[in-house]
């Protein structure tokens, strides 16, 4: 079994900056990729940004030059650096891996997901 958990979600200001972590536990073998995406409500889940283990990295247009993601393979952990926020990030935003388990089972799993609220 794989769970994701992640954290850094809350309330803040226009302009403000926040760090989500999302750290991956269990029967690892290896992590193909992992990402965020986010829901709002009343709004289709959408991708945000994601990572594969090579390090490319991929954003949704609206976060290009605001957002960061980054990768800690040692930790099976990733990050979102999220600066200059506007009130439409406002969000669940929820972590995402392609991860093969020591069974030799690939699947994908989902974190249950940390609120972002951008607002003043």
């Known amino acids: 079994q794989v769970q994701l958990v992640e954290s850094g979600g809350g309330l803040v200001q226009p302009g403000g900056s926040l760090r989500l972590s999302c750290a991956a536990s269990g029967s690892i073998f290896s992590i193909n990729d992992m990402g965020w995406y986010r829901q709002a409500p009343g709004k289709q889940r959408e991708l945000v940004a994601y990572?594969?283990?090579?390090?490319?990295?991929n954003y949704e247009d609206s976060v290009k030059g605001r957002f960061t993601i980054s990768l800690d393979s040692a930790s099976n952990s990733v990050y979102l650096q999220m600066n200059s926020l506007k009130p439409e990030d406002t969000a669940v935003y929820l972590c995402?891996?392609?991860?093969?388990?020591?069974?030799?089972?690939?699947?994908?799993?989902w974190g249950q997901g940390t609120q972002v609220t951008v607002s003043s």
């Open positions: 995402n891996a392609d991860v093969i388990a020591y069974s030799g089972w690939r699947g994908t799993y």
């Open positions: 990572i594969t283990s090579g390090g490319s990295t």
